[in-house]
């Protein structure tokens, strides 16, 4: 139980997904302009990460992990170099599922996500999740927490610059930093501000 609190407390904040290794980060900065959107794009990504994360640990450990295909009695057969186009497949298919459940639900917020919704299959946090599951040999509990966490940590990441950056229309900026120049600066201090809960022993 400790080890999982360690789990959700390292994605949430020390590992971060977006602002320790910077995935994510071309839906993070052309969506966190305006609050509501980004809050919309966070919870998407909360749930698919959620969701992708335990799904792809099942498809690794019964199908591409070495001696997986044991069960099928094919012992000897190994297709974990199919890893990658397997994982990718499996986000699109949930990501597809996930576009017509918004479009049903709130056709406001669909449309307010635009393009960006479906690009959520190709977002490098997403899959670098399913990677970091398979390289750090979490169990199917500890990959379903480390998923929800790193869910959460990015979707505190882009709200919070979303807020930052609302104030910051009405700062005194220097010119040449404006717009993309003090957003990079800002993630930046962002990152160091997470950093700090590195200090917490479990």
């Known amino acids: 139980m400790e080890n999982l609190f360690s ?40 749930f698919v990460i959620s969701v992708t994360t335990p799904v792809n640990w099942l498809v690794y450990h019964y199908l591409l992990a070495p001696s ?6 094919l012992p000897n ?22 576009e017509m459940i918004i479009d049903r639900i709130s056709p406001t917020l669909y449309s307010a996500l635009g393009v960006f919704l479906p690009l959520i299959a190709v ?9 970091f599951m398979v390289e750090r040999e979490y169990s199917f ?27 910051l229309r009405y700062a005194d900026v220097p010119e040449g930093l404006r717009g993309f120049g003090i957003t990079i600066i800002v993630t930046g201090l962002m990152a160091m501000a997470f950093m700090l809960f590195s200090g917490i022993n479990l």
């Not at 602002?19 to 509501?36: H, Q």
């Not at 997986?68 to 009695?73: E, I, V, Y």
């Not at 929800?148 to 990015?154: A, E, L, N, Q």
């Open 7 to 46: 789990i959700a407390l390292n994605s949430v904040f020390v590992g971060n997904i977006l602002l320790a290794y910077f995935l994510g980060m071309c839906s993070f900065l052309a969506v966190s302009k305006n609050i509501k959107t980004a809050t919309g794009l966070g919870l998407a990504v909360i």
């Open 68 to 73: 997986a295909l044991k069960w099928a009695g």
């Open 77 to 98: 057969i190994n297709i974990g170099f199919l890893k990658l186009i397997i994982f990718i497949s499996v986000i699109a298919a949930i990501v597809q599922a996930l």
């Open 123 to 131: 977002n490098c946090a997403v899959l670098g999740a399913s990677l």
């Open 141 to 167: 509990i500890e990959a379903t927490v480390f998923g929800i966490g790193s869910g959460t940590g990015w979707f505190l990441a882009i709200v919070s610059m979303a807020a930052i950056r609302k104030k």
